[in-house]
């Protein structure tokens, strides 16, 4: 396994997404099946571990707490406190103070089982708690011992610069793919010019990059997909032009299509990070496996000179899984 620098943290190249294992993608796994699954990823040279006190109201820090236990002191593990609430008919972040972070603080390090959290991220950035507020709590946790580094979720650029002049950022994590490209434009530089780290969520777009998907594909309870615009029937079929580009690279490299997505995403900067999830042991080790893909920056262009012919169909968002999920599940 390679290695990423996230400002003070060292990390694998390809971390782990926990979400899944306890709800958003359908039916999970049994506990005892999904501990082995994180532990296998550990195995497989993964250090870098993502949950939030919000995944599945606390359970998933539990399930990670108990999974990373013998190896807790050679990896990193991130977690988030807040995040979007409903309010009437629009989605809103949940508003914490000070003085409620750190009880909250608190009570995800009770969870995991330990006594610091290695980064820990504002899961969706405030409204009426200022930026300036959060990271000077940030940095009270940092100098108390109960973080390591903290980081922002969905930040704008205003947020990330306002926030990173109080308490340096480590982090921040955003939707980012082949298919969703929109920090390019100026999250990804502010980063950069900051030396603060970048951590894509669903970098294979839920699983839509992996080319098993087709018109046909049914889900079911909580899964995410249920909501998400682009596994729509016509963009499926709207988007082929693309996993067609990726099957033809993938064939080039003998690797698979999610493979030469994140291997893409690798060559894009150097202190990007992403963090898939599966609950499947070969999808975690190909998914784990695609930091031994290397692009030349032959190929990394040629796929850049195509993927700006190619139009991408449908998106995610919260307010399509939060509104288009509601009331559907049990």
């Known amino acids: 396994m390679k290695y990423r620098k996230l400002r003070n943290l060292d990390v694998s190249a390809i971390g782990y997404g926990c979400m899944g294992m306890s709800h958003g993608y359908g039916p999970v796994p049994e506990r005892k099946e999904a501990v082995r699954l994180i532990r296998y990823a550990y195995e497989q040279g993964c250090t870098f571990f993502d949950t939030a006190e ?130 390019e434009k100026d999250v990804l530089p502010v980063c950069e010019e900051l030396g603060i780290g970048f951590v894509p969520f669903s970098p294979l777009a839920s699983g839509f990059l992996s080319g098993k998907i087709d018109a046909g594909t049914r889900y079911e309870g909580d899964d995410v997909r249920r909501a998400i615009t682009r596994f729509r029937e016509d963009n499926i079929a709207a988007n082929q032009p693309l996993l067609e580009l990726l099957r033809r690279f993938a064939k080039e490299k003998d690797a698979t299509p999610a493979q030469i997505s994140l291997a893409w995403m690798l060559h894009k900067k150097g202190f990007i990070a992403p963090i898939p999830g599966s609950r499947k042991e070969e999808r975690i080790r190909e998914n784990l496996r695609a930091a031994e893909v290397v692009l030349s920056p032959a190929e990394f262009a040629q796929i850049e000179h195509e993927l700006d012919k190619i139009e991408i169909h449908g998106n995610r968002t919260d307010e399509d899984i939060v509104f288009g999920l509601r009331g559907q599940c049990d």
Not at 132 to 153: H, T
């Open 54 to 183: 919000g995944y599945a109201a606390g359970d998933n820090e539990l399930l990670v707490g108990e999974a990373v236990r013998p190896f807790r002191d050679r990896i990193v593990v991130a977690t988030k406190f807040g995040g979007p609430r409903v309010e009437g008919d629009r989605l809103v972040p949940i508003e914490y103070t000070p003085a409620e972070i750190k009880a909250h603080c608190e009570a995800s390090l009770k969870r995991l089982g330990t006594d610091h959290i290695d980064l820990y991220y504002q899961h969706r950035v405030s409204r009426r708690v200022t930026p300036e507020e959060v990271a000077g709590c940030m940095g009270d946790l940092i100098r108390e011992g109960k973080i390591l580094a903290w980081g922002q979720s969905m930040p704008s650029v205003e947020e990330i610069r306002r926030a990173h002049a109080v308490t340096p950022l480590s982090a921040v994590q955003s939707e980012y793919s082949i298919m969703e490209r929109s920090v």
